[in-house]
């Protein structure tokens, strides 16, 4: 009951941060009506307005961002198992030293 609970309070506040960035994305781009053009290393755009200028540059970020965070996350699973891996011959050679005492000490 209150796992179900905690899902449909997760899901209506996913809702509702989707729909305040919504707000204020509309916001940012009817605020930002100017036509510019962005120069990035030398690549210069032609015109464009800076709301989608803005707009591109957050989706870039992000996407650096997420691309990252992966990166990191697999790294970290990888290191998991292999520490998963390394505890698992562990315990299994401390239990084979346990037998073995046991049989020698009842011999």
């Known amino acids: 009951m209150l796992d179900r609970l905690f899902k449909i309070l997760k899901a209506s506040c996913l809702v509702l ?6 707000v ?3 916001g940012l781009i009817l605020s ?3 036509v510019v053009t962005v120069a990035i290393w030398g690549w210069i755009t032609g015109p464009v307005e800076l709301s989608t200028a803005l707009f591109l540059a957050f989706l870039g970020g992000a996407v650096v961002a997420v691309t990252f965070g992966l990166l990191v996350l697999v790294r970290l699973l990888l290191r998991s198992r292999r520490l998963e891996k390394k505890l698992a011959l562990s315990e299994k050679e401390l239990q084979k030293l346990r037998v073995s005492a046991l049989r020698g000490l009842a011999s």
């Open 24 to 26: 204020l994305f509309s």
């Open 17 to 22: 941060l989707g729909v305040a960035l919504l």
């Open 32 to 34: 930002n009506q100017q």
